[in-house]
């Protein structure tokens, strides 16, 4: 009989919803009753909606609790652990007892994610223990020299999964062709997109994936020197880098001579971002390395040429990097075989928004829009209609429902008007406001320009300007068309792609919901019930039953009206606060 396995899962996410509460549960009773179980530590599985995350592994099977607390881990003990009867209304995943959630998995191959979940992230024995540091060991096991390390990665169809998409092989090969007595290799951790947690799944999941990608990368390219450019604000995932870098030193995995193959020197150091959007850019990114302002640069000459202190260097981000150790150990015709004809292998999408399941997914490319947001995001949430959903963050555009069938492919994505970015899905129903949500983002693309090119600087200022007049009501004739103009000039005089794909979500909502910013400009009214200015708020004198709810949440009293007495909202009066759409509990107060 093995030893029952108890797993709690401690990402950012499960933190959040209290699994450090839950862990501390779990080894207070392991302690005091001297029960005879393993407990162990591991990141988030992808399945953020039912954190915290409790993993019971006994001769019986496998089985994986959801929203467990500190209550239900008493529970879990005295009846699964204790007793040997598990409890299936708790169980999220298990082959014996089936969960309407278990069709969050179903359709996901993992791949960058193969770890997450699964291992312990500060144990670096349990990443040998699942093929880690075997990939590097095939390399120098079989003599590869480095031109064939590179050509195995080319033949893999690997794209740069950062958001440009370019092939992370020839990217490889152009920093490998320069000589130079110093290269560099640096991982951009520096994930910034509102709604993406991708890059810090992964590195709080599975630091030593990324470790080994830019170990095999510095041995193709001839480095001998990584960064990980890390934003400060992932406190978790850079303590579980520094452990898992000190752990590959204590090892040799990192140092001199490494891997029995001479000469082949390599080490890593963390750099912590002060979170500005704008070090995603590789040249700001490297300035920020540097000690410098992140502000962007002409290319000509590109970093593999002339980057991190004018030496050749490479850059790829998280996700490109954890995938390297899985192609070259399993092979790249392995990788090449999944997704489509020029988008090979899989991707990893952030799920957010108004949608049931949200988390993080790994689906092979090629799938549908709609297939990853009903199969494996369970579809909306509150039974609401799917109106649309953004891809590719602040520099993505809006994809409307008509268009879900979409493929999940470089081109088919940038075909809408959208691009496929660094992988953030953010779901939006029928109660959302499209012109708002272009309004966010650009507010956030506003406040993040570095400021050094003129039409960055000054012309997302003024589409931001228009976009807040046109939902607070004050909109007019001719502002649709300025927006474009606007939008089209900053594209094209902009340096950097901050800029550049700042007008995306702009341009894109008019594109595919131009009647909403003409109701906005026009009617004075938003479609969706979503701009507070240009609500307004009325009695359904039928309904209303004089209960005085309503008076007693205004605080500006603008509803008039006795007790048992149909009210009236003095609209001259009402700021709009919604209060009594809220206390009302008859369904009298009407939003029109």
């Excluded at 579980?240 to 891997?259: C, D, P, S, T, V």
């Excluded at 004089?546 to 009236?568: L, N, Q, Y």
């Amino acid at each position: 009989m093995k030893k029952t396995t108890v797993i709690v899962g401690l990402g950012s996410c499960g933190i959040a919803a209290g699994a450090g509460k839950t862990f501390s549960e779990f080894q207070r009773i392991k302690g005091a009753d001297k029960l005879d179980f393993e407990l162990k530590k591991t990141s988030c599985v992808g399945m953020c909606f039912r954190e915290p995350l409790v993993e019971i592994i006994d001769d019986s099977g496998t089985y994986l609790y959801g929203q467990v607390d500190p209550a239900k881990a008493d529970e879990i003990i005295e009846k699964h652990i204790k007793n040997f009867s598990p409890i299936p209304e708790y169980i999220v995943h298990s082959e014996k007892f089936p969960s309407a959630d278990q069709s969050f998995f179903e359709g996901q191959v993992k791949i960058a994610l193969r770890n997450c979940g699964h291992m312990d992230p500060e144990n670096i024995d349990e990443y040998e223990s699942r093929n880690g540091y075997a990939a590097i060991r095939k390399i120098a096991d079989n003599y590869l020299k480095p031109d064939q390390v590179i050509q195995m990665v080319i033949d893999s169809g690997l794209r740069g999964r950062g958001g440009g998409g370019f092939s992370t092989g020839m990217k490889w090969k152009f920093a490998r062709n320069y000589d130079a007595p110093q290269k560099y290799v640096i991982c951009n951790a520096d994930e910034g997109d509102p709604g993406a947690f991708m890059d810090r799944s992964i590195l709080e999941g599975d630091p030593h994936g990324v470790l080994e990608g830019m170990i095999i990368c510095g041995y193709a390219i001839g480095a001998s020197e990584g960064y990980i450019y890390c934003r400060a604000e992932y406190p978790l995932a850079i303590k579980r880098l520094n452990i898992a870098i000190e752990q590959a030193r204590q090892k040799g995995y990192l140092g001199k001579n490494l891997f029995g193959i001479e000469h082949f020197n390599f080490d890593i150091k963390i750099k912590e971002g002060a979170g500005a959007f704008v070090c995603g850019e590789e040249t700001a990114l490297i300035a920020s390395i540097e000690g410098r302002r992140g502000m962007p640069r002409r290319r000509p000459p590109f970093p593999a040429q002339s980057g991190l202190w004018n030496s050749p260097t490479n850059i790829n981000n998280v996700e490109t990097f954890v995938n390297i150790p899985w192609i070259i150990f399993t092979g790249p015709q392995a990788y090449a075989a999944m997704g489509t004809e020029k988008s090979k292998g899989t991707k990893v999408f952030a799920l957010t928004g108004k949608i049931k399941h949200g988390g993080l997914v790994e689906v092979p490319m090629g799938i549908s829009i709609k297939d990853i947001i009903y199969n494996l995001g369970g579809g909306i949430a509150g039974g609401k209609k799917f109106k649309a959903v953004q891809l590719g963050g602040p520099s993505g555009g809006c994809v409307p429902e008509y268009l879900s069938h979409t493929q999940v492919d470089y081109d088919s994505v940038n075909a809408t008007g959208a691009i496929m970015g660094s992988g953030g899905m953010v779901v939006m129903d029928e109660t959302t406001c499209v012109v708002d949500i272009a309004r966010f983002f650009l507010d956030f693309t506003q406040k993040e320009s570095c400021g050094k090119c003129t039409f960055c600087r000054i012309g997302t200022k003024r589409m931001l300007e228009i976009l807040t007049r046109i939902t607070e009501g004050e909109g007019h004739e001719g502002d649709i068309e300025l927006l474009e103009e606007l939008a089209h000039n900053i594209k094209d005089g902009s340096l950097c792609g901050l800029g550049q794909t700042a007008p995306n979500p702009v341009l894109t909502t008019i594109k595919y919901f131009r009647n909403e910013y003409e109701a906005h400009i026009r009617d004075k009214k938003c479609p969706a019930l979503s701009c507070k200015k240009l609500l307004t708020y009325t009695v359904d004198q039928e309904k209303c039953t004089g209960c005085m709810s309503c008076t007693k949440g205004c605080t500006v009293d603008a509803i008039e009206g006795g007790k048992r007495e149909p009210h009236f909202i003095l609209q001259d009066i009402c700021i709009k606060c919604g209060a009594c759409y809220t206390k009302c509990k008859f369904g009298a107060i009407q939003l029109s």
